[in-house]
């Protein structure tokens, strides 16, 4: 069974700092895809990464693809209170359409 | 373009009634998804769509769900009868098939089952 493991689950920081969050699994995944959620919102996607080391930047947030494709961190530079929600990785594999979803990982980020 | 359109947005329904919740999906997008979030068990893959075809059932809890799309523009998620246990947040989402993946997700449909 494919799992997705998602680190820290919850993390409560101040305004300016930065941070980081992993994604990790023992399965290799075809591509990834990182979203974040609001409260009382849907998942809404952020990036997909597909080859390994691969490292994507969308302002002040950076993404990385593993080397072996099996793992995924999250770098928020100078985090703002908008940054808050619940951030969810995603793993594909193949042609299947169903996506492996990591738990997420709560961010709080205080004025 | 308004996105993937989920109704109602809020449903609470006493246990053993039937409940029927909507979706929308983006014109154009040929794979439906539906999801039930929990904060226990995240997100689950109830049931996908291509072209209008159930292609994988596998995530349903139970008899007691089905799914239907009778269109490309429309689809539906049954609980009969509804217990406790259903209460969660339903999630409907559509996606291209070409290109790398991408769901866009409705605003989902929050179940309370008394």
């Known amino acids: 069974t494919q799992l997705l493991e998602q680190s820290p689950q919850f993390l409560s920081i101040q305004e300016g700092e930065n941070l980081t969050v992993y994604c990790n699994s023992s399965s290799v995944f075809s591509s990834l895809q990182w979203y974040r959620q609001e409260p009382g919102e849907g998942p809404v996607l952020l990036v997909t990464v597909v080859t390994g080391g691969e490292v994507k930047k969308l302002k002040r947030l950076t993404f990385q693809f593993g080397d072996a494709r099996k793992d995924s961190s999250l770098h928020i530079t100078a985090a703002q209170p908008g940054d808050t929600g619940l951030y969810l990785c995603a793993g594909g594999a193949g042609n299947n359409r169903k996506l492996i979803w990591g738990l997420g990982t709560s961010l709080a980020v205080n004025p | 373009d308004a996105g993937v359109i989920q109704s109602p947005r809020h449903e609470v329904t006493e246990m053993g009634q039937e409940v029927t919740l909507r979706c929308k999906p983006i014109s154009g997008h040929d794979y439906l998804f539906w999801y039930r979030q929990t904060m226990m068990r995240g997100l689950e893959l109830l049931i996908y769509?291509?072209?209008?075809?159930?292609?994988?059932d596998s995530g349903m809890p139970e008899d007691r769900f089905s799914a239907k799309m009778p269109n490309a523009s429309f689809s539906t998620l049954k609980i009969q009868p509804s217990e406790p246990r259903d209460s969660a947040v339903y999630f409907c989402?559509?996606?291209?098939?070409?290109?790398?993946?991408?769901?866009?997700f409705g605003s989902g449909t929050r179940l309370t089952v008394v």
């Open positions: 769509f291509n072209n209008n075809v159930p292609i994988d």
């Open positions: 989402a559509s996606s291209w098939m070409t290109g790398v993946l991408g769901y866009t």
